[in-house]
């Protein structure tokens, strides 16, 4: 039987990450309204967002008559990377200054829902036939700094995220 390799979607430019600042009453089935209402901060985000999970191992009791002690899953953790975005701060506090949508977006202490979309590209708008995965965040403060990648950089706000109350886990759409 001859080997033949998989399809692949490349991931370079193929991500969208969209800020919503209402939790939608179905977060599986969130309506395409909802989402082009939101604010696509995709161009504003450095590198990738993507979050991952740690789950872990437990040991069970072993048996009298047992050499080893199985392991097995035990909680999982979802976790939630930090955000890194552009930002204009000369123009902080000017109501829907180009530049500042993602700063506008995600104020301190704010509970937004991010909605990822993996594998169209990122400057594509959702459509509603478009799988995703969403989380229900609770916004960290906005901490100014310099992007790192490049000489000179640009000017970002670093800022983390944890679950919004009553969430512990991403839902897919």
């Known amino acids: 039987m001859p080997v033949t390799e998989p399809p692949v979607t490349a991931s370079l430019g193929n991500i969208s990450l969209v800020v919503l600042s209402t939790v939608p009453a179905n977060l599986a089935a969130i309506p395409i309204s909802a ?7 995709t161009c504003h985000t450095y590198g ?9 191992k437990v040991n069970t009791k072993r048996k009298m008559c047992k050499k080893t002690t199985p392991q097995r899953l035990g909680t ?19 109501a829907a200054a180009p530049g500042n949508e993602a700063y506008e977006a995600l104020p301190e202490d704010a509970v937004r ?16 036939t478009d ?4 989380w229900v965040v609770q916004a960290g403060p906005q ?4 992007s790192q990648e490049d ?5 970002v706000i670093n800022q983390e995220f944890g ?3 009553g969430y512990s886990e991403p839902i897919l759409g």
Request: no cysteine.
């Open 76 to 94: 999982t953790t979802h976790d939630i990377p930090a955000l890194q975005y552009s930002y204009m701060p000369q123009a902080v506090g000017t």
């Open 35 to 41: 989402i082009t209402a939101g604010k696509n901060i």
């Open 151 to 155: 000489e000179g950089g640009d000017m």
């Open 48 to 56: 990738d967002w993507l979050p991952g999970a740690s789950i872990n």
């Open 163 to 165: 679950w919004a109350p």
């Open 131 to 134: 799988k995703y995965r969403v």
């Open 113 to 128: 829902v991010f909605v990822l979309r993996l594998g169209k590209d990122g400057e594509s708008d959702l459509v509603a």
């Open 143 to 146: 901490v100014p700094g310099v």
